[in-house]
């Protein structure tokens, strides 16, 4: 099945920097990749998604890159505020079913 | 208003007992999913159905048992719980690709 490997596990930044994560996955099928953000306690909610044919998306200080060839892509967060302090996960799908494959997700702290 | 809901939010029983898990949307998706989340926080798919049909179905102990009424409601239900089945477990719906998760249900078994 499906393999997403998610790094770093943990990532501590200044208020104010850029944040990234990367994730690779292992089935070049796979055409569908969310990005999820959870904070303590909470539900995950979807903050960015991209589909296989398109290389970058971007929406506001979040953007996400795909590199079908490598079979990885990454999750940029600009300008970090203390409310993007939460844990993201990055998932992948393949085919019309969403059956999504989580990574074991990145605990971000934003320090003001 | 919320849109995919899920009770009990905690559940804490004896090992051995049989417990259920209701999971509700109001979202008109057709696609319902559980989910388990454990301590080191991995979110890992047990089971989905689309239309009251099963389309997904992990390697999941045959002790759970999910079951759709309607395509509205997906409920789980355990039998024989053990210490191991201690998680937080999500509902989800889908229209399309984006999944939208419920509250969580945050299972103890003592």
């Known amino acids: 099945g499906e393999n997403v490997e998610q790094h770093p596990s943990t990532l501590s930044v200044q208020e104010g920097d850029s944040a990234v994560i990367k994730c690779t996955y292992s089935?070049?099928?796979?055409?569908?990749f969310p990005w999820y953000k959870q904070e303590l306690g909470k539900r995950p909610q979807l903050i960015i998604d991209?589909?296989?044919?398109?290389g970058e998306k971007k929406d506001q200080r979040i953007a996400v890159t795909l590199n079908k060839t490598a079979k990885h892509f990454s999750l940029h967060i600009t300008e970090t505020q203390p409310e993007d302090s939460a844990v993201y996960f990055c998932?992948?799908?393949?085919?019309?079913?969403?059956?999504?494959?989580f990574g074991k997700g990145t605990l971000l702290t934003v320090n003001p | 208003d919320t849109a995919v809901s899920q009770t009990p939010k905690y559940l804490v029983t004896q090992m051995g007992n049989d417990k259920s898990i209701k999971c509700e949307q109001n979202?008109?998706?057709?696609?319902m999913y559980w989910y388990k989340q454990d301590s080191k926080k991995f979110l890992k798919i047990m089971f989905s159905?689309?239309?009251?049909?099963?389309?997904i179905n992990e390697t999941v102990p045959n002790r759970f048992s999910p079951k759709s009424p309607d395509k509205a409601h997906l409920n789980l239900h355990i039998n024989s719980l053990e210490l191991g089945d201690s998680a937080v477990y999500f509902c989800?719906?889908?229209?399309?690709?984006?999944?939208?998760f419920g509250p969580g249900t945050r299972l103890t078994v003592l």
């Open positions: 989800a719906s889908s229209g399309s690709a984006e999944q939208f």
């Open positions: 089935d070049s099928a796979s055409n569908y």
């Open positions: 991209i589909r296989s044919n398109v």
């Open positions: 998932a992948v799908s393949i085919g019309s079913n969403y059956k999504l494959t």
């Open positions: 979202l008109g998706h057709d696609t």
């Open positions: 159905y689309n239309n009251k049909e099963l389309i």
